[in-house]
């Protein structure tokens, strides 16, 4: 068995859960069938358990290095990268046009949790390249697309997304870089850009950065920054790679996890090379001026949805390490055995390690189920047959995602740190693997925007935007949800009650934090509510999987049982709580003094 991830669990949410090979009735996807999928299933297992799991340790125990002209990184992590790139995988939801294999999202989604459960540092760089070229898909030119997203679906560019600068960080209102636009067109970009991982590396031909500046005169605020291109080296008509540009590494910045990426500081403009003989970094503009950040949401919302499936990967691999673990860990006595000489018993069996293990379980595998819905919209808003039915999932995809990205990003590092807890003492040595996801993982919160921006995303923005159409069409899926459960009777109906009843939570606190007409003090609770809202998702999700397992037997259903039962009865409880505490309009961080701190 894989200590990855489980491919019957993944097998259970594509085809018993989510059906995704009714998606082949569809034109874009009438090549492929479940066997088309189940062998992208097959590959990328293989792939990431032979060529990227074996040098994670390695990867993260000798991490890249700067010798102040080129950066090192161990061979290991190229030689896994050309694996990738050859089996096609970069472009695996693209077009056939532009290299692609035109897999349904819901299924490319489950073919990178194996990359991200195997080694989350080499795997960042096709997820970033995959990710600026979808953007350059979408918001490119046809002459960009030819240049810079063919050669990054063969693998011989890799891609970033340019946009935190060491005085700005998330405020990308107080973005600097500018782009000084040139006589004979084009542009010029001096600034600095920090955060940026996969910012410099030679494991590719070339890097294709994807940065936000300014165009001098325009608007104040994001509504003034523009998208550009800047490669690593210039680029000739013919495809050959020219001059180097005026991209330089400033330096590498080490964090606790995702060692095996590089995360740079890059100056752009600084005069280290000067190509066509001037100054600056040579841009293109994507799209119109002054449109960059709605572009860069582009790839920024789908890094997200992206961030959570990789919080859920590192959750995942770290519950079956310490299930595994459970098992073969023999250490102490059943309850009541008197005679010390009796056999130990693993430590599967002691109650408290059956809690955490089950823990674990309920948001792990709950949490692989919300990113593969997610994917399964991506799929309805790009193929369903009408134009309602396609605005109906960019709404639900809307207010989803920022709990896609937040809630396994807080609760799969919740189960890291259980697996560790379950190894015991060995759990928090170097020589075992659970240390390093947890460490891995802890990014995560902070990766594509940081857990309290998401709440303000979703309290501010998505619960009401397009006069809260978004999450009522979320209370209308659960809604469906629960009546299906209450009509099935038994467990079910009673797990319908309870989410029902906190389903109602959510609109009533949804309508008392904003009936203030206090935007402070709502935002001020906007990470309570991300929390509440974000189980009460969950809990659904979970009432979906029992409800797809049908009257079905077998030692699988029953752990998909149990699993359900334990969020129902140890997490669900937990929102009336955050319920109450929102209804209450708490000002207490607002209204703390300064110095008292």
């Known amino acids: 068995m894989s ?15 989510l059906e995704v090979s009714a998606l082949t009735e569809r034109p874009r996807f009438a090549d492929h069938s479940r066997e088309t999928f189940d062998a992208a299933l097959d590959l990328s297992e293989q792939i990431a358990t032979r060529h990227f799991a074996p040098h994670n340790k390695k990867a993260d125990a000798e991490e890249p290095r700067f010798d102040g002209e080129r950066v090192h990184l161990i061979p290991e992590v190229k030689e896994a990268l050309a694996v990738f790139a050859e089996s096609g995988l970069t472009g695996a939801t693209m077009d056939y046009e532009i290299g692609g294999s035109q897999l349904p999202a819901v299924v490319a989604n489950a073919c990178f949790a194996w990359f991200q459960a195997a080694n989350v540092g080499t795997s960042a760089y096709p997820f970033l390249t995959t990710g600026n070229a979808n953007l350059l898909l979408a918001h490119g030119s046809r002459e960009q697309i030819d240049t810079y997203v063919r050669p990054m679906v063969e693998g011989r560019f890799f891609g970033t997304m340019c946009l935190s600068e060491p005085g700005a960080g998330s405020s990308l ?9 040139q006589p004979g067109g084009g542009h010029r970009l001096f600034g600095s850009k920090m955060w940026i991982s996969g910012g410099e590396h030679e494991l590719s031909e070339n890097i294709v950065h994807l940065v936000l500046a300014r165009i001098p005169g325009g608007p104040p605020g994001v509504k003034g920054l523009s998208l550009f291109v800047v490669p690593k080296y210039l680029v000739a008509p013919d495809g050959s790679l020219g001059a180097r540009n005026d991209v330089v590494l400033a330096g590498l910045n080490h964090k606790m996890g995702y060692r095996g990426t590089t995360n740079t500081l890059l100056n752009f403009g600084e005069g280290a090379h000067r190509p066509e003989g001037a100054p600056g970094a040579v841009g293109h503009l994507v799209g119109e001026e002054h449109r960059g950040l709605a572009y860069m949401f582009h790839m920024m919302n789908e890094a997200r949805i992206g961030v959570g499936l990789g919080a859920t990967a590192l959750g995942y691999t770290g519950y079956l390490h310490a299930l595994d673990y459970a098992r073969n860990r023999p250490q102490g006595r059943p309850l009541g055995a008197k005679d010390p000489a009796s056999p130990q018993v693993p430590i599967l069996a002691h109650a408290d390690v059956r809690r955490m293990l089950l823990a674990q379980k309920s948001y792990v595998e709950g949490a692989l189920a919300l990113n593969l819905y997610c994917g399964r919209l991506v799929d309805e808003q790009r193929t369903a047959a009408t134009e309602e039915a396609r605005d109906r999932a960019r709404l639900l995809l809307d207010v989803l995602t920022p709990i896609a990205k937040s809630w396994p990003s807080q609760w799969c590092l919740e189960a890291n740190d259980l697996a560790i807890q379950v190894h015991g003492g060995y759990g928090y040595t170097r020589e075992y693997n659970v240390e390093q996801f947890y460490r891995d993982n802890r990014l995560n919160p902070i990766h594509e925007g940081t857990h309290g921006i998401h709440g303000l995303d979703l309290l501010g923005r998505k619960a009401v935007q397009e006069g809260g159409a978004g999450l009522a069409l979320l209370g209308e899926q659960i809604g469906a949800s629960v009546a299906r459960a209450a009509k099935a009777g038994g467990e079910a109906a009673g797990y319908a009650e309870a989410l029902g009843g906190r ?25 309570a509510y991300l929390e509440a809202v974000g189980h009460v998702v969950l809990a659904w999700i979970w009432l979906e999987q029992l409800l797809a397992t049908g009257d079905r037997e077998g030692a699988f259903y029953e752990g998909k049982r149990a699993a359900c039962r334990f969020f129902y009865r140890h997490e669900l409880p937990r929102t009336d709580a955050q319920f109450a505490l929102l209804e209450s309009l708490d000002r207490t961080a607002l209204d703390v003094p300064d110095e008292a701190f």
């Open 3 to 17: 200590l990855l991830l489980s491919r019957r669990d993944l097998d259970f949410l594509l085809h018993e859960w």
């Open 173 to 181: 209102a107080d973005v600097r870089t500018r782009a000084e636009p």
């Open 503 to 527: 389903l109602a939570r959510i609109g009533e606190v949804t309508a008392r934090l904003w009936g203030t007409g206090d935007p402070a003090t709502a935002l001020a609770n906007a990470t």
